[in-house]
C-alpha cells in the first residue's frame, strides 16, 4: 500500500491549466483507495503528467475546472504530497483546486540551483535536481 505525505499547502497561487487536448492529460473518474487502514475517496478530475528530466515525475491533479479553463491560468489551493509505493519508488503530486480570488503567489518547476533563496517553503522532485516552490507574485506599483 503506498504512503502519502504532504509536504506543501498553499491558497491564492497562479496555475496555468494545459490544454484539454495536451499530451499527458487524462480525465480521472471519481473513484476510491485505501492508504493507512482508510478508504478515501477522490472526486473526478483532470490529471496532467509534468515532464522532468525527460520523465513523467510529478502528476497534477486538477479539480473543479471546466472548460473555460484549459490553456489558462486559474487561482487554486494548491497541495504538494510525496506518494511513495510499495516498491519504494517516490512521486510528487499536485492537487490543484480552483477556487476564487486573486493570486498572490504562481507555482513554479524551478533547477534548485537557479533559485536564489531555497531557504522558502519547497519540495525537491525525486530523481530530478527540480524544485517545487511558490513564488511570491511581483505586482508593479500604480503610481
Known amino acids: 500500500m503506498a504512503t502519502y505525505t504532504e509536504l506543501l499547502k498553499k491558497e491564492n497561487v497562479s496555475v496555468k491549466v494545459p ?55 486559474i487561482t487554486a489551493k494548491v497541495e504538494v504530497v510525496r506518494k511513495v509505493t510499495d516498491l519504494g519508488k517516490e512521486y510528487n503530486l499536485e492537487n490543484i483546486t480552483k477556487i476564487s480570488g486573486k493570486s498572490e503567489f504562481a507555482l513554479k518547476h524551478p533547477e534548485a540551483e537557479n533559485v536564489g ?9 525525486p530523481g530530478s535536481s527540480t524544485i517545487i516552490v511558490f513564488e511570491k507574485i511581483q505586482r508593479k506599483d500604480p503610481s
Open 117 to 125: 533563496n531555497t531557504e522558502s517553503p519547497h519540495a525537491r522532485i
Open 19 to 73: 490544454k484539454k487536448r495536451g499530451a499527458y492529460m487524462n480525465f480521472v473518474p471519481t473513484h476510491e483507495f485505501e492508504t493507512d487502514g482508510k478508504t478515501v475517496s477522490v472526486p473526478a478530475h483532470w490529471q496532467h503528467g509534468l515532464l522532468v528530466s525527460g520523465k513523467v515525475i510529478v502528476n497534477r491533479h486538477f479539480f473543479g475546472i471546466d472548460s473555460t479553463d484549459f490553456g489558462h491560468k
